[in-house]
């Protein structure tokens, strides 16, 4: 459905499509996922208001923060949309923190760093992501964007925004695997499934919609790295991010059908 400027935002805001998400389209794979962010928000929301109890996961606990977890580039792109509304000198702490965490990476987990760099899209998401959690045990490196307050702890500079993975991890389970770990809080997936909502078609809804295309019976993924590493590729981009999200990625990202976008990008060496 195509989202005029005089009807409701498709986010779900209930504002005015022109005075919320104006430049991006209601198709688009940046409007697909940010409709995702909205179902997995009111699914907890409601979940634990109906049951009259609440997350395992606190306010104020930020342990899966300093975790290396993957995203897409579609989050990543939306977290650089709200980037353009941050002061020069906010941008170049988020570089310098960026800096500092691939040459730790680089110093202490070199297999880490070069697995970002080398070509996994033939793995699946689970898979790969399974991949990433054996490389980085142990590894305690703050996300770029985990700001610390000296009377509330670490708070999430990105949080209206933030991905997926970020919403569900410890509010919900996406995944039936019980022996999963979380966190040191949490323990295992189990203990989510006995009491958290099931966000499992909202996950599946993203690697279809978001992740991944069919073409002549096989399936491809796109590029998915952790905030980190998306971050590390922009950085010369995050100083002019009008330039750095105009233009093509524009189009494709957020204005462009998500069906045919996801075959300009997915599949762009084949068609």
Known sequence: MTVSGDTLCFCGSMRRHKKCHYDISGE???AKMLSLYTSVN???????????IKPICTKGCSECCSTVFSVSIVEFFLICR???KWDSKRIALIKQRVLQGISYL???????????RSDHSELNFIDMSLKIYELSKGINMDCPFLTGLTTRGKVCSVYKIRPLICRIAGTS?????????????????????NCG?????????FIKDILTIQYNEKCYRGTVYPLIYWLYLALDGLDNL?????GERHDKYFQ??????KKKILLKNLL
């Open 242 to 246: 009008k330039v750095y999200l105009g």
């Open 173 to 193: 389970y996406y995944t039936d695997i019980e022996n999963m770990y979380i966190c040191s809080q949490i323990g295992t997936n189990k203990t989510i499934m």
């Open 106 to 116: 680089n110093c202490e987990r070199p297999e880490l760093l070069n697995y970002f």
């Open 197 to 205: 909502p099931s966000t499992v078609d909202i996950w599946d809804s």
């Open 82 to 84: 709200e980037l353009m």
């Open 28 to 30: 688009s794979l940046a």
């Open 42 to 52: 009111k699914l907890i929301t409601s979940h634990y208001s109906e049951h009259n």
């Open 256 to 261: 462009m059908s998500y069906i045919e976008a």
